[in-house]
């Protein structure tokens, strides 16, 4: 990709922009016109290394010349299907190809267009499953601390990063109870992969069962690895405990794998990494490795087979989205999964894994570093907040290693990094090296 010449910017004021200050970005805007492969290119012609495959997404790349190839000729051939009561077999094909990827008996996928839609859908699949089979009482839903599980009413209140909850806590959903986090420097930090201690608090799961009668709780949601919150893997066994007590309670457990699922974490999903069968599984990101938005829940067959009771006209579920299974997508998805093979993309995420975590963890001792935490290819560095100024650190870090052609993603302070699964060792390097830079220049 040669450097592009700079492009004119248009009028910044009409577009409210998500999860963005947006004054102070229109005052020094930063647009992306193009992309290939590691690479971005920025409205001012630079060129910048994407260290977080565009928003934890774009797992092949950007501009694969065969997901651009699958989207433009669908897009010529048949441009939209309604997945109500017809079809088309694009979605059809992808559904069968998750399940294949996906673990035991999840092998039935419920299409939707993001990670929240999945989010909301796979909650109310827990509610509409348990009434199906006579328990309609079984309501509570469990999520935990520092988790993320998209916007969407319920992801919002399963949900625990507080700044995206405080504004709009009176209207959320009743009967919702949190897990504690596992985020612990005094125990865990500078841990590699998963930290060894942690896995009991998993425990606080029976005390809020027995707080409300397992008859009363519906599913617990949870990332098999916080990915917004700033990369927290489980600690060892944590998954294993979690599970074990639903299992004790007829309590489902979703795993959110919009971040981990294909191939984060050097396995098809981290419940594969881990070991761990979830019930539900929701899935969106990488699933067309960002090139046109898509989400799915993966359920297992006997929840499926839970609403297919009814007489054959029955309609078993009432949920849907006009753009469930979108030809573009499912071809995107296709296309996707098809990289993915061929180029052996999640064996390289896997392979790459402990160059990353080498690298990574390197950047102990600089100044302001208080913790590196990293599994598959997925990796955060936290920094001591700022005195007085709690985000701004992080901020200059990013501002700095973008200035410097290399595109990172903060939450909170802390740098998160999660890079296309075709990155090089010497791109690996460069991030690191970058991100280096710009935190010893920070203030
Ligand atoms: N679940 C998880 C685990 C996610 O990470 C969603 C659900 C929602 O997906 P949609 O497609 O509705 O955005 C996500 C999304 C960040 C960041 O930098 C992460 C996400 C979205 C925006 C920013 O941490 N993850």
New binding site residues.
């Given amino acids: 990709m040669s450097p592009a010449a700079p492009v004119t910017l248009p009028d910044l004021e009409p577009l409210w922009m998500p999860?963005t200050a947006n004054r102070q970005f229109k005052k020094d805007p930063r647009l992306l016109v193009a992309a290939e492969g590691m690479y971005y290119t920025a409205h001012d012609g630079r060129r910048i290394l994407d260290g977080?495959a565009g928003?934890?997404c774009c797992n092949a790349g950007h501009c694969h010349p065969k997901i651009v190839a699958a989207v433009r000729e669908q897009a010529g051939r048949l441009d939209y299907a309604t997945a109500f009561n017809l079809g088309h077999p694009a979605a059809f094909e992808l559904a069968g190809q998750v399940a294949a990827l996906a673990p035991g008996s999840l092998d039935h996928v419920f299409f939707v267009n993001?990670?929240?839609?999945?989010?909301d859908t796979a909650l109310k699949i827990a509610l509409a499953y348990h009434r199906a089979r006579g328990e309609a009482q079984r309501t509570r839903l469990i999520g935990r601390e520092r988790?993320?599980?998209?916007?969407?009413f319920g992801?919002i209140s399963v949900g625990g990063i507080v700044a995206n909850r405080r504004m709009f806590s009176a209207s959320m959903l009743p009967g919702v109870d949190h897990l504690p986090h596992t985020h612990d420097l005094a125990h865990n930090a500078f841990s590699r992969g998963q930290p060894a201690w942690g896995a009991h608090l998993a425990d606080d799961l029976e005390r809020i069962v027995a707080l409300h009668d397992p008859s009363t709780i519906a599913a617990v949601i949870v990332?098999p690895v916080?990915?917004?919150a700033g990369v927290l893997p489980p600690p060892a066994g944590y998954l294993e405990r979690l599970r074990a007590i639903c299992d004790r309670h007829g309590i489902l457990l979703i795993l959110?794998?919009?971040?981990?699922g294909f191939g984060r974490t050097g396995a098809n999903f981290a419940a594969q990494t881990f070991g761990v069968q979830p019930d539900l599984m929701?899935v969106?990101?990488g699933i067309t490795s960002g090139v046109v938005?898509m989400?799915a829940v993966l359920v297992d067959r006997r929840i499926y087979d839970a609403f297919m009771t009814g007489p054959d006209y029955a309609v078993g579920f009432f949920h849907g989205y006009t753009y469930s299974g979108h030809p573009l997508a499912a071809a995107a998805g296709l296309a996707a999964l098809e990289v993915y093979r061929e180029e052996g993309l999640f064996e390289r995420a896997r392979r790459l894994a402990p160059v990353f975590e080498e690298a990574l963890h390197g950047l102990r001792g600089c100044r302001h570093v208080i913790d590196i935490r990293n599994l598959g290819l997925m990796g955060a560095v936290e920094l001591a907040p700022r005195a007085g100024e709690p985000t701004q650190r992080a901020m200059d870090v990013f501002r700095r290693c973008y200035d410097a052609g290399v595109l990172v993603?903060t939450?909170g302070d802390i740098l998160?990094l999660t890079p296309p699964l075709i990155i090089s060792e010497s791109e690996i390097a460069q991030i690191v090296d970058t991100l280096r830079g710009a935190i010893q220049a920070t203030a």
């Fill in positions: 999860f977080i928003l934890w993001s990670g929240s839609e999945a989010v988790g993320y599980h998209g916007v969407g992801g990332e916080a990915g917004s959110d794998e919009v971040i981990t929701t969106a990101k938005p989400g993603r939450t998160a």
